[in-house]
């Protein structure tokens, strides 16, 4: 089975940096996604992870520990636009399917 | 290059009605899938399809049905409608597959209410 943890909400301000976390049980792992779903709208792929280690795009990194059953997102500058739910999804070994935590609502505020 | 295109994007239903969400790909993507999210909850899987012609159960099947005749079209119907299944629905396509680096690319979703 899976079992996927992401805090329920955060709150920040813009400007600063925010550090999301996931943790995950899975019965096999093959990559680690992270989405940006604002309300009302469609999820939309932030970054990818199946190594260890930290992956930077932008003002966005994303960092993946295995042995740990761990990940991150890492937001820099905040921006009122990243108010959003960040879902945090992992890939089964067997097939291309994700399991999605039920996502981290982020508040920026001025 | 649309990408992935659902319809409709609202319906109310009443209970016992049946009806079909279409969701079509325009980027040749091999896999689709269909999610539901419920409030405050996370994605869970309906069903998926690998190719034209081939479909399977995800997390969450029951009171579902899906086909895949052609590579673009991934049409979810529910035959008997229970409140239940009052949700938000997404359909997702992505390439290739297994080992592969690529996301799912996520429709706009329909917002299906059941009374």
């Known amino acids: 089975g899976q079992n996927i943890d992401q805090p329920t909400e955060m709150t920040a301000t813009e400007g600063a940096i925010v550090q999301i976390n996931c943790t995950y049980q899975t019965s096999g792992f093959n990559g680690l996604f992270w989405y940006q779903q604002h309300a009302g709208e469609a999820p939309t792929f932030l970054s990818y992870n199946v190594l260890d280690g930290l992956e930077e795009k932008g003002r966005f990194s994303s960092f993946l520990s295995r042995s740990k059953g761990y990940s991150y997102l890492l937001l820099k500058e905040l921006q009122m636009k990243d108010s959003a739910s960040y879902l945090c999804?992992?890939?089964?070994?067997?097939?291309?399917?994700?399991?999605f935590g039920t996502g981290t609502r982020l508040t920026v505020i001025p | 290059n649309a990408g992935v295109t659902q319809t409709p994007k609202f319906r109310i239903l009443k209970i016992g009605q049946s009806m079909t969400l279409q969701c079509a790909q325009d980027?040749?993507?091999?896999?689709m899938y269909w999610y539901r999210q419920d409030p405050g909850m996370g994605l869970k899987l309906i069903y998926y399809s690998v190719g034209a012609g081939i479909t399977d159960k995800g997390e969450v099947p029951n009171g579902y049905n899906v086909s895949r005749s052609t590579t673009e079209d991934f049409p979810l119907r529910l035959e008997l409608a229970a409140p239940s299944q009052t949700s938000v629905y997404f359909c997702?396509?992505?390439?290739?597959?297994?080992?592969?680096?690529?996301?799912?690319?996520f429709g706009d979703g329909t917002r299906l209410s059941i009374l």
């Open positions: 997702a396509s992505s390439l290739v597959g297994r080992g592969s680096n690529q996301p799912q690319h």
């Open positions: 980027m040749n993507h091999n896999y």
């Open positions: 999804a992992v890939r089964d070994r067997g097939a291309n399917n994700l399991f």
